[in-house]
């Protein structure tokens, strides 16, 4: 089975080849993928090197599966050239999520939605993922009435700019600036850019994409995203509204049950996520689980996650692993 990965050289590139590995994804021929910069460079994947190729040759190659990672704007030219000679692609930028007919797929929840004829699939929004994978066993149970989130998203989700710059800082040098502001001991309320309703991409992201992955257009949510200084792992808090009553035992029972969901809530022991325990796991992590003492039938809780595992490479690749368990790709010769 031939599988592409473009925008191989990038950050959640680098990642996506890394769990492709771990996961031993059964891959006949990989064919990484990068800008013209990069053609003619290589790569190692299992201890043996590849040649990046350029997108032309990538669909000329009639890879089974490509996963994208390679941004909006390459993704709405290309995905479609590939589709178009039947490969499946996996995209992790915005470009398709809010399409009508592209599904938006966190496999844990609405995998089965795939069939054969679905060419594009669109991978959600990092901070969506580890929040819906929490959202949804709850929703189910009791019902969710309105979200309110409060987001904690490490550089890392702005790219291997946004890193420089951080390392710079802390060593005092001046370079380029992936911020309007420094980053180093700050935090930015500002996560992409803001919307004519004052709001960012990302926290209009947070908004949207749930209510496709849930099946869900009543759920009422609000959002703000903030940058800090943290190299792997988003962090959110979130206040949780439901229909019904509930029994906090409970809520722990589901999220301990819940396929992906790591549990960690001892207030006795000092146990709650953190993003340090989330790093290079694929994992969501809930804790600081309470009752909201302000209004009935509301909860309280934090949840991170590793943003390039789950919130990006990880969740592609189960996506793939999904539709080649399934039979819902083409294989080529």
């Known amino acids: 089975m031939k599988v592409a990965v ?18 031993n994804f059964p891959i006949t021929e990989l064919i990484p993928v990068a800008s013209e910069k990069s053609v003619g460079k290589s790569i190692q ?6 040649t990046i190729i350029g997108l032309e040759d990538a669909v000329a190659a009639k890879p089974a ?3 994208f990672s390679a941004g909006g704007e390459a993704s709405l030219i290309w995905a479609p050239k590939f589709a178009a000679v039947g490969t499946t692609v996996i995209d992790n930028s915005s470009a398709w999520r809010m399409h009508s007919e592209i599904k938006l797929v966190v496999p844990e929840i609405n995998a089965a ?14 901070s969506t993922i580890q929040l819906v994978m929490v959202l949804q066993p709850l929703h189910k149970k009791f019902g969710i009435k309105r979200v309110v989130i409060s987001t904690y998203q490490s550089l890392t989700g702005t790219g291997v700019k946004a890193v420089q710059q951080f390392e710079n800082e802390k060593a005092g040098i001046v370079g380029e600036m992936a911020y309007p502001y420094p980053i180093n001991k700050n935090c930015l309320p500002h996560c992409d850019v803001f919307t004519e309703n004052g709001y960012t991409k990302e926290e209009m992201k947070l908004v949207n994409e749930p209510k496709k992955i849930m099946n869900d257009e009543s759920l009422r949510i609000t959002a703000t995203a903030v940058r800090v200084p943290v190299v792997g792992g988003h962090s959110e808090s979130v206040n949780i509204e439901f229909n019904t009553d509930f029994d906090v035992k409970d809520v722990r029972k589901i999220l301990h049950e819940t396929q992906g969901v790591t549990l960690q809530d001892n207030p006795d022991t000092n146990t709650y996520p953190m993003p340090i325990y989330a790093a290079d796991k694929d994992a969501v992590f809930v804790g600081r689980i309470r009752k909201d003492e302000s209004q009935p039938n509301t909860l309280n809780l934090w949840i991170v996650a590793d943003n390039l595992r789950k919130g990006a490479a990880t969740n592609a690749i189960q996506i793939a692993e999904y539709l080649v368990e399934n039979k819902l790709i083409e294989l080529k010769n």
């Not at 925008?7 to 959640?12: N, S």
């Not at 590139?13 to 492709?20: I, P, W």
């Open 45 to 50: 994947y299992k201890d043996k090197a590849y």
């Open 113 to 126: 939605i795939l069939t054969k004829n679905d060419k594009i699939i669109a991978n959600p929004n990092c």
């Open 65 to 67: 599966i490509a996963i």
């Open 6 to 23: 473009v925008g191989a050289t990038g950050m959640v590139g680098n990642v996506m080849l890394k769990v492709l590995a771990e996961r």
